[in-house]
């Protein structure tokens, strides 16, 4: 059964919240979006690592159809970086160690800045 997690921006809450699912096997990793055609606007893919880093937090977009908004954020859930993230580029790396990597609609990129706060609560899809 999959876990699914609703992301809140605490320092700048928006109307819409994203709900996305909890990734933190290898394979959910791996595959990430890849192949996915479109994202709803609410909606994402929260790539878990266990501690903070760059390196373990960096992501690829080969494979992948459609262009994403990327948000790291560290284990004190402080946004650290924040990128477009175009598809078949090789890879991103952040420039600050992050434990999450939050994978969503390119129209949420504005809604998080670095430093925003952010806290994530168990949801159903």
Same mark, same amino acid.
């Given at each position: 059964?999959? *876990?699914?997690?609703?992301?809140?921006? =605490?320092?700048? #809450? @928006?109307? *819409?919240?994203?709900?996305? &699912?909890?990734? +933190?096997?290898? %394979?959910? +990793?791996?595959?990430?979006?890849?192949? @996915? !055609?479109?994202? #709803? $606007?609410?909606?994402?893919?929260?790539?878990? =690592?266990?501690? !903070?880093? &760059?390196?373990?937090?960096?992501?690829?977009?080969?494979?992948?159809?459609?262009? %994403?908004?990327?948000?790291?954020?560290?284990? $004190?859930?402080?946004?650290?970086?924040?990128?477009?993230?175009?598809?078949? &580029? %090789?890879?991103?790396? #952040?420039? +600050? #160690?992050?434990?999450?990597?939050? $994978? @969503?609609?390119? !129209?949420?990129?504005?809604?998080?800045?670095?430093? !925003?706060?952010?806290?994530? +609560? $168990?949801? =159903?899809?």
């Amino acid at each position: 059964m999959s *876990k699914y997690v609703r992301i809140i921006n =605490q320092s700048r #809450p @928006t109307a *819409k919240t994203i709900t996305a &699912k909890y990734c +933190q096997s290898f %394979l959910c +990793q791996l595959r990430g979006l890849m192949f @996915t !055609d479109s994202l #709803p $606007e609410n909606y994402g893919l929260l790539l878990v =690592q266990g501690s !903070d880093s &760059k390196l373990n937090s960096s992501i690829h977009m080969m494979f992948m159809r459609i262009d %994403l908004a990327i948000i790291w954020i560290n284990s $004190e859930f402080v946004v650290v970086e924040r990128v477009l993230a175009r598809k078949w &580029k %090789l890879g991103y790396i #952040p420039s +600050q #160690p992050a434990r999450y990597v939050l $994978e @969503t609609s390119i !129209d949420r990129l504005n809604d998080f800045n670095i430093g !925003d706060k952010v806290s994530f +609560q $168990e949801t =159903q899809l």
